[in-house]
């Protein structure tokens, strides 16, 4: 599985912004997704997550502010990011996993990251 983020850029607070991820292969839709940021001198933490089965979770920093979809027919995977706060600056990658983790070590394959910088 390959996979393309896109979609980061430079943001002010309280702006938003939408990531996207492309997927290849003919079995997207039986991975779990995650989003994982990774802050300058920080280690990668998870953000949100989708499973193969459409459940979706939360790092408790982001809940209530981004939102992550997913759409098997077209191997993308989205995460709308509202309300932007400038602790969210930070390198953001999507990920597969076979199977559902928060944990970063877990994931099989990585898109290469889009660099979110918001601005105070």
């Known amino acids: 599985v390959q996979l393309q983020a896109s979609g980061g850029g430079l943001v002010q607070a309280g702006g938003s912004l939408r990531l996207s991820c492309a997927a290849s292969g003919r079995t997207f839709s039986s991975y779990h997704m995650g989003w994982f940021r990774q802050a300058p001198g920080k280690e990668r933490e998870f953000v949100a997550g989708?499973?193969?089965?459409?459940?979706?979770y939360y790092a408790d920093s982001v809940k209530g502010r981004f939102t992550t979809s997913r759409d098997n027919a077209k191997n993308t995977v989205a995460l709308q990011m509202n309300s932007l706060k400038s602790e969210d600056t930070a390198v953001y990658y999507c990920a597969v996993s076979s199977g559902w983790s928060r944990i970063a070590s877990l994931y099989d394959y990585w898109g290469q990251g889009t660099l979110v910088t918001v601005s105070s």
């Open positions: 989708i499973t193969r089965g459409g459940g979706v």
